[in-house]
């Protein structure tokens, strides 16, 4: 089964320190986090002793593509030590996703990423927006993106939404590809991030549609205000769709 994880990027605005934030995703019933870069300022073994004394698993780490493609095996080393094998490269601008050159270029450059962790333990995954979706001359860029690499994908469904996508059906399209599925809820008309069950993501086909492939995590990320506010419920709600 499924487990849950938060992305710590919902976080960023909250001025408290790691421990302090891993003390309250820990009591809102999440099992996990996925890292988002304020683990840098710590020791790898300082990060997996404070996920220790809070009781939660690693789920993975976004990683920037600027940042892995300087020392990928480095990096590989350092979230190894915290417990972490799967590195996210959380996305690229998106001007690579305008046309089939850019497309080809930001793939060989995540392949090469990709191929170099092969020796390590760690994996890379890329994680979509809705720039992704953006019809280029020989169809849409994110199926020449998929057909140009091997790298497993985590699906954001708010964004592909957001791009005017079906996100329950491009999970479907990535059985065997996606192990990892960001749950982000989106209000379309405002175009605005919001707390899960509150936006227009069919949140429910989504989980029917991750557990059909069998992702392994489901990820929680909101990019809206307030967003302690929120934190438990969302915890509950994405508890009660796995």
């Known amino acids: 089964m499924a487990r849950t994880a938060i992305q710590l990027y919902t976080l960023r605005d909250v001025d408290s320190p790691l421990e302090d934030l891993l003390e309250m995703v820990a009591a809102s019933g999440f099992e996990a986090v996925e890292l988002a870069g304020r683990e840098t300022d710590h ?7 404070m996920l220790s004394r809070n009781g939660l698993d690693l789920a993975g780490a976004h990683v920037g593509l600027d940042d892995l493609e300087a020392d990928p095996t480095g990096l590989a080393e350092r979230y190894q030590r915290m417990g972490c094998t799967d590195l996210i490269c959380p996305g690229v601008g998106e001007e690579y996703f305008q046309s089939m050159e850019g497309v080809a270029g930001v793939a060989t450059r995540l392949q090469a990423v990709a191929d170099e962790l092969d020796d390590t333990d760690c994996t890379l ?11 280029i001359e020989d169809g849409v860029a994110f199926e020449a993106f998929l057909a140009a690499t091997e790298i497993p994908i985590e699906l954001d469904v708010g964004h592909a939404l957001r791009a005017g996508e079906d996100p329950a059906e ?4 990535l059985d ?5 599925v960001h749950f982000a809820d ?5 175009d605005e991030s919001v707390p899960l069950g509150e936006g227009d993501v069919d949140l429910e086909a989504c989980a029917d ?4 492939i069998g992702a392994d995590w489901y990820v929680y990320e909101y990019e809206g205000a307030d967003p302690l506010d929120s934190l438990d419920d969302s915890a509950q709600y994405l508890l009660n769709l796995k």
């Open 186 to 190: 989106v209000d379309v008309a405002s």
């Open 170 to 173: 491009w999970l479907r399209r």
């Open 209 to 212: 549609a991750a557990a059909g």
């Open 43 to 49: 020791e790898p073994d300082a990060v997996k002793s």
């Open 176 to 180: 065997g590809r996606a192990e990892f």
């Open 125 to 135: 995954h890329y994680h979509t927006h809705d720039q992704e979706f953006q019809p």
